[in-house]
């Protein structure tokens, strides 16, 4: 299992830019394929990115393809999510998932993080 905590979150205006960062411990966090989840309030939870262990392979949910964009530097164990030109509807508390499966679907992740507030304003 690995702990994850997240960061990096804020407020910021249309447009605008944040990264995002999970920091992993615990056992095997290279074997891990990494995603990134949001939930809204009153709104299930998404996919948003995942990428493979490896780091060569990654995913994304189709409102967020070429603005978004997930990395790992599994050395320092650490995931990040660029997310530039945010929108509105980016609002959410960002989830980062780690599982031995991975995928779009949240039943591939057995570990996740608390989650960081992100808040789009237009």
């Known amino acids: 299992q690995v702990q994850l905590v997240e960061s990096g979150g804020g407020l910021v205006q249309a447009g605008g830019s944040l990264r995002l960062s999970c920091a992993a411990s615990?056992?095997?966090?290279?074997?891990?394929?990494m995603g990134w989840f949001r939930q809204a309030p009153g709104k299930e939870r998404e996919f948003v990115s995942a990428i493979t262990w490896s780091g060569s392979v990654t995913y994304y949910l189709d409102s967020v393809k070429g603005r978004f964009t997930i990395s790992r530097d599994n050395a320092k164990n650490m995931v990040y999510l660029q997310m530039n030109s945010l929108k509105p509807e980016d609002t959410a508390v960002y989830l980062c998932a780690a599982g031995s499966v991975g995928g779009t679907d949240g039943y591939g992740y057995d570990s996740w993080g608390q989650g960081t507030q992100v808040t789009v304003s237009s």
């Open positions: 615990g056992r095997t966090f290279s074997s891990y394929a």
